[in-house]
């Protein structure tokens, strides 16, 4: 078990960033900030015009692999931004048995379902050295009933992730195991893409286990359709590395053809790739 981080931890930020110089914000008294403007373009929605941005600053805070953010029933103050890195929210039952809820990344706000009970009903656990950006809840609330147009705007950003999670529960009850594996990459590379990386090629920062907790899947269920994915052409695994060779095919899938039909469909595939090395032979010899 990973321990929280101390007091010290929470309030000190590391002046080594992993973002780019844009995405630091600055310094102040040797810690990292950004200021509004910045907070709301991280979240794509339009900065709260009559809020001074320079005067308004949020303090950012990192968290190592494996650390959690905040855990189940610890009192609720304070709202995260990502700025970057990647976490896993996830319940927890009385057995220690895990649910994973999300897989937070840029631009995603943690803590919100600790508003209603004042206690965090989830647990945040950074996969990756993470960069956290702080809104103290007072701090939000006390600004919201001067700026409404500021209160307006987060509660869009919290309506949004509802919206999520709900599509995601939609998702669980009406695709079949390995569509909801197809969808679940396609979002991943729209995330990646939006985050200016490739979206073709990427990492995944969850273990299988994860995702098929996320997705109400077994292990090897997911395993098991990867490696499907992969030999029909639709994907290439190595380890935790994805390419995504069909990303149209990946958002229509309903069903995996039968593993006889699969096999078929993998050899007519290799017998076009070898004519094509031959053909491209034969014409640099003509």
Not at 270 to 277: H, I, L, M
């Amino acid at each position: 078990m990973q321990s929280q981080p101390t007091s010290e931890q929470h309030n000190a930020a590391s002046s080594t960033m992993h973002s780019s110089p844009m995405e630091a914000g600055r310094q102040r008294q040797g810690r990292l900030w950004s200021n509004l403007k910045e907070v709301c373009d991280l979240l794509h929605i339009p900065a709260a015009v009559s809020v001074n941005s320079e005067e308004l600053l949020f303090q950012h805070v990192q968290f190592k692999t494996g650390q959690r953010v905040h855990t189940i029933g610890q009192a609720f103050d304070t709202l995260y931004i990502v700025n970057s890195g990647f976490l896993k929210t996830v319940l927890i039952d009385e057995f220690g048995n895990e649910q994973v809820l999300s897989f937070p990344m840029k631009g995603d706000m943690l803590g919100v379902d600790g508003i209603h009970t004042r206690h965090y009903a989830s647990e945040a656990v950074a996969l990756s050295d993470c960069d956290l950006i702080l809104l103290p809840f007072k701090k939000l609330t006390a600004l919201g009933r001067v700026h409404t147009e500021l209160e307006n705007v987060m509660y869009g950003v919290m309506s949004r992730e509802l919206v999520r999670e709900q599509a995601m529960i939609g998702m669980l009850g009406a695709l079949s195991a390995e569509a909801r594996v197809a969808r679940f990459l396609v979002s991943l590379a729209d995330r990646f893409a939006a985050m200016g990386y490739s979206s073709k090629l990427f990492n995944l920062r969850m273990t299988r286990h994860e995702i098929g907790s996320y997705l109400g899947l077994t292990l090897e269920t997911v395993s098991r359709t990867l490696s499907a994915f992969n030999e029909i052409g639709l994907i290439t695994v190595d380890q935790r590395t994805i390419g995504i060779k069909d990303a149209e095919a990946l958002k229509t899938l309903r069903r995996l053809p039968p593993s006889r039909s699969r096999a078929k469909q993998s050899t007519k595939q290799k017998a076009e790739v070898d004519q094509n090395g031959d053909d491209q032979v034969l014409a640099t010899t003509v």
